[in-house]
């Protein structure tokens, strides 16, 4: 996606979020055990002035660093005004090796927007507001590529024991708007092919692509999802995305 797309889908979904804090903000987060809404939002807060450090000095935060006493509607606004005032290809180091830009902090916060405002709908007991299927596909790639894969890989013990009893087959996660990966999960660490490449796997799930996206992040159920071949190993898939989607 675009970082000028990202940041519209990033500005839209901060204020959603913003407003069912107002609403509820001593409400318990079902999808956050132990969160308050107060706590969504403070940590919300604390996500965005983080990577405003990023981005304004080129560096990341000392182990001192403590965040600005403002609330979450100025961090948005900080942010915003950061990554509206940045090239996207401008270099600034990231947690992921291969992307070290503002685009890659762009791309990661609105998806950290998104889940988060979903979470924030189910604590606040609004109606989920629409998710663009672009955002949802990207969406996708991004938790299986980036949290998944690379997090498996360089963070092998986030994962506990969970990689150990993993013996290398692979699950074919599609949606339907577009966007195809083969996971194969092996104890070495989860390797994701974003193609058609290497056939369907073991088993298969398919599904519009918000369904995918909030199966995956385990913030939506099965339901409008396709399974496919062994069912029990989509379910080794889902419980291993517990560990990157706290």
Request: charged share 25%.
């Amino acid at each position: 996606m675009r970082t000028e797309r990202l940041r519209e889908c990033l500005a839209a979904d901060a204020a959603r979020l913003r407003e069912a804090v107002a609403g509820a903000p001593a409400a318990p987060v079902p999808t956050c055990p132990g969160w308050t809404m107060t706590d969504l939002a403070d940590h919300v807060t604390t996500v965005y002035l983080h990577k405003v450090e990023i981005i304004r000095t080129g560096a990341f935060p000392g182990e001192d660093w403590e965040p600005a006493g403002v609330g979450l509607d100025r961090a948005y606004a900080e942010l915003a005004e950061e990554l509206a005032a940045r090239d996207p290809a401008e270099t600034v180091p990231s947690w992921y090796p291969a992307d070290q830009t503002v685009g890659f902090w762009a791309r990661r916060m609105a998806h950290e927007t998104l889940i988060h405002r979903v979470d924030g709908e189910l604590a606040a007991g609004l109606p989920q507001a629409p998710i663009p299927a672009d955002l949802a596909v990207d969406g996708v790639d991004e938790v299986l590529v980036r949290f998944l894969e690379h997090g498996s890989r360089n963070w092998p013990d986030d994962f506990g024991d969970a990689l150990e009893s993993l013996d290398g087959r692979a699950v074919r996660v599609s949606t339907t708007a577009g966007g195809s990966w083969l996971v194969r999960l092996a104890p070495d660490g989860v390797t994701v092919t974003t193609d058609e490449a290497g056939g369907d796997g073991e088993a298969t799930v398919t599904g519009d692509p918000v369904t995918v996206l909030l199966w995956l992040w385990r913030r939506g159920g099965p339901d409008g999802l396709s399974f496919g071949g062994d069912t029990a190993l989509v379910e080794v898939l889902h419980e291993l995305m517990a560990k990157p989607t706290l």
